[in-house]
């Protein structure tokens, strides 16, 4: 029986000269750089509970968690469960005030406060608000939405002095369509940049965003009806990464009452198309989109020739 250590021996010697071979000169190690951007998507569904979270994207900055977009019912789970810090995220942007897509936000905001024991800001950026007129229904501002839950005769007024002091710094974003639109730069910071334009959902004042960092950029076109398309084109041009909510096929196939709300699939290409977007990601899945794949990509591809992802719960992706 061969000692042991001079079997160890042998093997050194043997590995020794087989790296010598092998492996170029004492190459150092690359310095792994987190990704300028990244995309989590924290809910892929809509409104209905049919197994996915509803509308929340998580964006990663450098590698840290800093920029929620929407807040959907779910999402709070979805987040805990990919264990990255809440701690960091202290932006939040709302594409409009829709229950499917605002649901968890004070969960969200304890889970934080919580998670953080110390004084708190947030940044709450979102659409400002109409009266009711008609058949178009009443929605408040983001701040009178804030001030409703966070407010000191708000729901959760306790909230702000729970675990730490909160304060929420609130932005409401002008959601009127206009001619001649151009999207604005609604925050800039250390080579970090959000801008942000009009949308349109119908009756819902909605705004469309996109985030720029290292020359990387995600746009959010939120849930969106033809008449926003022409807005999300010129802030999604040329971006990296354009997340697009897709809940219809092509007409006739959905109620007509559904494309008042949302854009087909087509529509959502020729936008793509149009603005070279790099990279196109399906989200707000609804069961028509989700289980008519092929023919919402065909419908994606008579004007889009890129990657096309449909989105997944949990689904990381770099721009
Ligand atoms: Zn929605």
Redesign the pocket.
């Known amino acids: 029986m061969v000692p042991r250590r001079h079997v160890s021996r042998h093997m050194m010697a043997a590995t020794g000269l087989l790296m010598a071979l092998v492996a170029p000169a004492f190459s150092e190690p690359a310095e792994t750089k987190p990704p300028a951007l990244e995309l989590v998507v924290l809910g892929s569904g809509?409104?209905g509970a049919l197994g996915r979270a509803a509308?929340c994207h998580l964006v990663l900055v450098d590698g840290t968690p800093r920029i929620m977009v929407d807040a959907g019912p779910g999402c709070f789970v979805r987040l805990g469960e990919t264990g990255l810090p809440l701690a960091p995220i202290g932006i939040q942007l709302l594409t409009h005030l829709?229950a499917?897509?605002v649901g968890d936000l004070p969960g969200l905001v304890k889970a934080r406060a919580v998670a953080t024991h110390a004084p708190t800001r947030f940044e709450i950026f979102g659409p400002d608000g109409h009266g009711r007129q008609g058949e178009i229904a009443y929605f408040p501002s983001t701040s009178r939405f804030v001030e409703l839950l966070f407010g000191t005769k708000g729901a959760f007024a306790y909230l702000p002095d729970f675990a730490g002091r909160l304060t929420f710094d609130v932005k409401d974003l002008a959601a009127a369509l206009l001619p001649r639109q151009e999207p604005t730069i609604i925050y800039s910071k250390e080579g970090l940049a959000i801008t942000a334009i009009a949308g349109h959902h119908r009756d819902a004042p909605s705004i469309i965003y996109r985030i720029d960092h290292s020359g990387k950029s995600i746009t959010f076109s939120g849930?969106i009806d033809p008449d926003g398309l022409d807005n999300l084109r010129k802030i999604a041009m040329d971006t990296s990464l354009l997340v697009v909510n897709s809940a219809v096929l092509d007409p006739p196939k959905a109620p007509p009452i559904l494309y008042t709300l949302h854009s087909p699939p087509t529509a959502l290409g020729r936008v793509a198309g149009d603005s070279k977007a790099l990279s196109l990601v399906l989200a707000?899945l609804s069961p028509a989109t989700d289980q008519n794949r092929d023919e919402v990509e065909k419908s994606i591809r008579a004007h889009y020739a890129g990657p096309v992802t449909f989105a997944e719960d949990k689904l990381r992706l770099l721009p």
Request: glycine letters at 12%; a negative charge; zero cysteines.
């Open positions: 809509g409104p509308s829709h499917d897509h849930d707000h």
